[in-house]
Nanobody, 123 residues
Framework: QVQLVESGGGLVQAGGSLRLSCADSGRTVSNYAMAWVRQAPGKERDFVAAIRWRGGSTRYADSVEGRFTISSDNAKNTVYLQMNSLTPEDTAVYYC????????????????WGQGTQVTVSS
């Protein structure tokens, strides 16, 4: 069973960096696509980035392209989201999500979700 646990959120000033981690404690996602999805206050959840566990292909939302990097450590069953040049518009709860096989840009396509981690960027 897929069990996703996020960590690494916090408070950072604009222009700063944070790294989020998503660990699969169920150790079942070797043939999955993993994504980060965020939800700002009063808004719907939006796709941020995704990586396919096998092969390592990635996709990014336009709003984070060039600032955020998604990566994976297969030995640790962990996916990371390195976030640089943060702005207050990046403030949100960040969720890790998983779905079988292929990356999807629609959040509704993801079957498994973590509990979320808060990222707050001050101006």
């Amino acid at each position: 069973q897929v069990q996703l646990v996020e960590s690494g959120g916090g408070l950072v000033q604009a222009g700063g960096s944070l790294r989020l981690s998503c660990a699969d404690s169920g150790r079942t996602v070797s043939n999955y696509a993993m994504a980060w999805v965020r939800q700002a206050p009063g808004k719907e959840r939006d796709f941020v980035a995704a990586i396919r566990w096998r092969g390592g292909s990635t996709r990014y939302a336009d709003s984070v392209e060039g600032r955020f990097t998604i990566s994976s450590d297969n030995a640790k069953n962990t996916v990371y989201l390195q976030m640089n040049s943060l702005t207050p518009e990046d403030t949100a709860v960040y969720y890790c999500a998983a779905r079988p096989l292929y990356i999807a840009l629609q959040r509704e396509s993801y079957n498994y979700w973590g509990q979320g981690t808060q990222v707050t960027v001050s101006s």
